[in-house]
């Protein structure tokens, strides 16, 4: 009974492995690829599978082939399936709510130009997000939903609701 148990267990264990393998078989597209993923909200639909990147910036879902000749294999933790028959998808790179964060929303009624902005705090002051320069160990990438832009480039975001007036 044992022997038959362990055996069952290590048959499940190899069927699974392709499952689990494949978030670490290949790179994850966000974090490669810059501009490739839409910057959301933390609630971003999980998709957790292997996508192919095509040349022409198109993304869709890989399969067990492999990508066609003019794209490369990426895995990709968020996203959604754009058309079915085409298996193309949108890929999103979801980001803490500014305001979950203190200091860095104003309360208050929120001006009519806000809009939803990434964005990069460091010591409460936020500016458009530029991945490749927010990566001290100050900074966070959030995303606000009602950001207005500063003469000065900064941002600033309200945590309120939109200005009736």
């Known amino acids: 009974m044992e022997r038959s148990i362990t055996a069952a267990a290590i048959a499940l264990c190899t069927l699974l492995a392709p499952l689990t393998a494949s978030a670490e078989q290949y790179r994850d597209l966000c974090s490669s690829v810059p501009g490739a993923c839409e910057h959301t909200g933390p609630n971003a639909p999980v998709l957790d599978a292997d996508v192919c990147w095509s040349e022409g910036g198109v993304l869709t879902l890989k399969g067990q082939a492999p990508c066609p000749s003019d794209a490369w294999p990426y895995h990709l933790g968020h996203g959604e399936l754009l058309d079915p028959l085409s298996q193309e998808i949108a890929a999103y790179s979801p980001l803490d709510w500014a305001c979950d964060h203190p200091g860095l929303c104003v309360s208050g009624p929120v001006p009519p130009e806000a809009t939803a902005?990434?964005?990069?705090?460091?010591?409460?002051?936020?500016?458009?997000?530029?991945e490749a320069v927010c990566n001290s160990p100050a900074s966070v990438a959030v995303m606000c939903f009602n950001g207005v832009s500063n003469e000065d480039g900064s941002v600033t975001c309200y945590d309120g609701e939109p200005f009736s007036g």
């Not at 902005?117 to 530029?130: D, F, I, K, R, T």
Request: charged residues 5%; glycine residues 8%; aromatic residues 8%.
């Open 117 to 130: 902005q990434s964005l990069c705090c460091e010591w409460g002051v936020c500016v458009p997000l530029v």
